[in-house]
């Protein structure tokens, strides 16, 4: 299984970015696919996850309203698009895979089976 994230960049304050993870190797129709996010000196913290069937999605907190996850099944492609961007969204941004079938959305990293390699964003002030 692989997971290849693409996309990141460097942004000024309120632009945006998208962000691509293609999946190869395996189909995730019932698990959820996250995004997950590190900043130098921090813990890697959750971003958003969407059920590849169904399309159940949750954010966190600090991006709800600027970012939209969103699949393309046909592709086996997952997207998060980051609009508004500020610099506290500065981090490597990576891409993961669940393969417990969660009934509900897993925000712990430790519960993703698969990472893609991470794209760097970077918002500029």
Do not use: H
């Not at 430790?110 to 390699?117: E, F, H, I, M, T």
């Amino acid at each position: 299984v692989q997971l290849q994230a693409s996309g990141g960049g460097l942004v000024q304050a309120g632009g945006s970015l998208r962000l691509s993870c293609a999946a190869s190797g395996r189909t995730f129709s019932r698990n959820f696919m996250g995004w997950f996010r590190q900043a130098p000196g921090k813990e890697r913290e959750f971003v958003a996850a969407i059920r590849w069937s169904g399309g159940s999605r949750t954010y966190a907190d600090s991006v709800k309203g600027r970012f939209t996850i969103s699949r393309d099944n046909a592709k086996n492609t997952v997207y998060l698009q980051m609009n508004l961007l500020k610099p506290e969204d500065t981090a490597v941004y990576y891409c993961a895979a669940e393969t417990k079938s969660f009934l509900v959305v897993t925000m712990r990293s430790g519960d993703y089976d698969y990472w893609g390699q991470g794209t760097q964003v970077t918002v500029s002030s």
